[in-house]
């Protein structure tokens, strides 16, 4: 039985069978191995652009659903996950393992939604913590791997941090000898997190290794403090990028191999951090995956990845209500989310989220400024168009919401923290946090 669902998959892909992702997908972790040990590298390459394809029309089809609960007598502002999308993004990751061998993590630091983490701990490996709260969470609700970095750890927490930690990676040689051997001795695996000494991220605030840069050692004191270290290191950890696709990973291996690769050898593994947009429909998959194949054959260690934004990208939405429009040189919505409060990237970044059903200033007849209920005159999440008038009550969807959204809001001005709720896969709608008076008092003394 299972040679002929190895063979009918092969066929449905080989044919290009929209519904040979599905198939695929729903394939036990042995048998799935064995349709990719069939297929050539043509088949390989049709079976990504299937499982892109999959994604597309679920997306598409999320849209819709977006849309009627927003129209819904929901009470607004609510984050909104979708199980369904965000099980297609598991899926791609645990692709690129399925190709690979290497194991994915998700970062904690771009979402902690612990509701969702029963779909996501059956595809991923474990999380990456940023810190005691991350990894005890990551210990608690995701229960999987734990790995560890922190720019600087102190007395008081190292016993706690290793307590819910695998990994534990230093950002110094100082770090290592103060408290690496306590972490062997509990048997966990040391790492060291290195400046790759290349990186492309445009804005300087999100670039980890822009000059001056506090994360990482970099290569003058590691050649000359390593071989002192090295019996107690176990891995080396960099992080270079951000949103960005293979072809800048490309590069940045090449410099973290011309500083680093004399190194590697008898070490266990090698992560190459997070900022990897593999969830994206332009991310070159079949480029990481050669990289990847390539440097474990190469260098004979585990490779981790540690995505963040990838496992969530498009997976969630923040609905909001036109509260009320005033006028001032430009007609502005103000309604009942704030960049400041619920998207504070929109202003840090910054970048303009987009609305559904919405298009780019004066591009269609109604143009408005969308902007916050708070003090602050910058509060303002961007200017769009629409086909018709907003209305006071009127409701908006801003997409992409998953993300470096709920673990970043703030209770600002009092304003209250909007609702979390989920679609699971049978499309049940679920409220599973709202937020109220004493989240905003317990937070200020």
Known sequence: MTSDRIKDTIRAIS???????????????????????????????????????????????????????????????????????????????????????CKILHALKAYAAFATFPVMRKYLDGICASGLNEARLGREEFKKEVHTFGAAYSDHEIGKILKHSDHIIFNSFYQLERYGEKAIKKGIQVGLRVNPGHAEVAVEMYNPCTPGSRLGIVHEIFKSEFPKHM???????????????????????????????????????????????????????????RLINVFMKKYGVQVYLEPGEASVLNAGVLVS??????????????????AETHMPDVLLMPYRPHIMRSYLPKKKKYTYRIAGPSCLSGDVIGDYSFDRPLMRGNRLVFTDMALYSIVKNTTFNGIGLPSIMVIDNKGKLKLVKKFGYSDYRDRQS
């Open 321 to 338: 209500s036109v509260l009320d429009i005033v006028w001032n040189k430009i007609e502005t919505a103000i309604v009942d989310t704030s």
């Open 231 to 289: 019996a107690l290191v176990d891995g080396l950890h960099f992080h270079a990028m951000c949103e960005q696709n293979s072809d800048v990973l490309e590069r940045v291996l090449r410099s973290f191999e011309r500083l680093y690769g004399p190194y590697i050898r008898g070490l266990k593994w090698i992560n190459f951090g997070g900022g990897h947009h593999l969830t994206r429909d332009d991310y070159n998959l079949e480029r990481l995956i």
């Open 15 to 101: 044919i290009k069978d929209p519904g040979a992702a599905t198939a695929y997908h729903a394939l036990p972790d042995g048998v799935r191995k064995k349709v990719l040990a069939g297929l050539d590298n043509k088949g390989l390459r049709d079976l990504t652009g299937l499982i892109k394809r999959s994604k597309k029309q679920s997306s598409s089809d999320a849209d819709k659903r977006f849309l009627e609960i927003a129209s819904s007598l929901v009470r607004t502002p609510f984050y909104l996950i979708d199980e369904t999308l965000l099980e297609e993004n598991m899926r791609i990751l645990r692709y690129v393992k399925d190709r690979t061998g």
